[in-house]
């Protein structure tokens, strides 16, 4: 049988910073994936991604939160494209949640775009 001893030696503390790791390959300026070690307050890490979804819309967490008091999670999905004959839907979608101290919390939210194929009107505007 071997016995393989290791010992952690921290090169560095977090204490009152954070630090943000950003990985896979580069998507316009930023990278799709990342992790945040944050070392003020309560300590946590977090992770993150977003993902575009070819020419249908795109898919991110915003936040996948771990510390001491509990986990927080933010999604976002879209706006996904969803052509109805003229009219084109962006729908965006999103939700989070939190468990801390024994609570849930959580929320739900939607968000619309309507707008005829060629029209003036549908650039920058919800409904």
Request: hydrophobic letters at 40%; one cysteine or more; proline letters at 5%.
């Amino acid at each position: 049988m071997t016995v393989i001893s290791c010992t952690a030696v921290p090169l560095s503390t977090l204490t009152g910073t954070a630090r943000r790791f950003d990985l896979g390959a580069l998507v316009g300026l930023t990278r799709p994936f990342n992790v945040t070690i944050d070392g003020s307050g309560t300590p946590s890490v977090s992770f993150g991604c977003d993902v575009a979804l070819g020419t249908w819309g795109r898919f991110a967490v915003d936040e996948l939160r771990l510390d001491a008091t509990g986990v927080r999670v933010a999604l976002r999905g879209g706006p996904f494209v969803v052509a109805l004959g003229p009219t084109t839907l962006r729908p965006v979608v999103v939700v989070r949640a939190g468990l801390a101290g024994g609570e849930l919390s959580r929320l739900v939210a939607t968000s619309r775009k309507l707008a005829r194929k060629g029209d003036a009107r549908s650039s920058g505007r919800n409904g």
